[in-house]
């Protein structure tokens, strides 16, 4: 979370105030007492998690702590601990804030995109629907200029003091996924812009795994097995239907009878996932 120190302008290279709020949910490497050693207390507030927080609400207790500590805060930037910054991200956010207040006369919420450590692949930024009914989107790739976006990642995320204040932060719906799918997407309907970054902002690898490796695991487990994978909060059932009912509630229905599908009949699952697929 960040101040602005001068005021922004192309031309010039601005200063920022900035205080860090770290998670730490459960954390056994030493991450936490590494970055105590190596910054002073003043720039850093911790907030203790006992390993059940998981992504969303992880994100949300740091994001409420800031809230809580001042209401001063210019912008608040959400960033995953395994994504490395550009040099020039922040300069690249801010060059987005500014083509938003140019051309929709307000600040609104910016994802930064990022690529795999490889350079090879676009990973992370914001995507649009390809197909609203059966809730497909592609990632916008830098065109080196701002683009509307629906969907936003929150691995690199800028977002103005003023969307924060009319939306409020990410909700407690969500325990691991969808929570920044579903602040870009209120952002959106509430009218703010919400854009990706024209450039690349940094650099992370998309660990989520591609779904051919997901119906291999799959496949291999039993009903029993299946039930507890798609209980657990990192591949959670209720997130994605929570996010359905909110945002594309034609889809609800749909996603609930494919959930059970794949847990009670995967084969069939797969099956009708590739035909629809070939048929796009």
């Not at 409420?64 to 805060?73: D, F």
């Not at 209120?186 to 902002?201: D, K, M, Q, W, Y």
């Amino acid at each position: 979370m960040f101040n602005s120190i001068d005021t922004y302008n192309k031309n010039s290279i601005n200063i920022f105030k900035a205080h860090v709020f770290l998670t730490d949910d459960g954390c056994t490497d030493g991450t936490s007492m590494e970055v105590k050693k190596q910054f002073p207390d003043r720039d850093f507030t911790f907030i203790q998690g006992d390993g059940t927080l998981f992504w969303a609400q992880g994100m949300r207790q740091a994001w409420l702590k800031a809230v809580e500590e001042s209401n001063a805060w210019d912008f608040f930037l959400l960033m995953n601990d395994d994504t490395i910054f550009a040099p020039s991200a922040l300069q690249e956010l801010m060059s987005t804030h500014l083509f938003a207040l140019e051309h929709f006369g307000k600040g609104g919420i910016y994802s930064g995109i990022t690529v795999s450590h490889d350079r090879k692949r676009i990973t992370y930024g914001g995507s649009v629907y390809s197909s609203r009914l059966i809730g497909k989107a592609v990632i916008l790739k830098p065109i080196g200029k701002p683009q509307l976006c629906k969907l936003t990642n929150a691995n690199i995320l800028l977002v103005d003091r003023h969307v924060q204040k009319s939306i409020g932060i990410f909700t407690e719906a969500y325990q691991h996924s969808c929570a920044d799918w579903a602040y870009g997407m209120e952002a959106s309907r509430r009218g703010f812009p919400v854009l990706v970054t024209g450039s690349i902002c940094g650099y992370c690898d998309n660990d989520h795994g591609t779904e051919s490796d997901e119906c291999e695991k799959i496949m291999h487990m039993t009903v029993s097995q299946r039930k507890a994978y798609f209980a657990s909060p990192l591949h959670s059932t209720s997130d994605i239907l929570t996010f359905m009912l909110h945002y594309q509630k034609l889809k609800y229905v749909l996603v609930l009878i494919a959930r059970q599908l794949n847990i009670y009949f995967p084969k069939i699952y797969y099956k009708l996932s590739s035909k629809r697929k070939s048929t796009l």
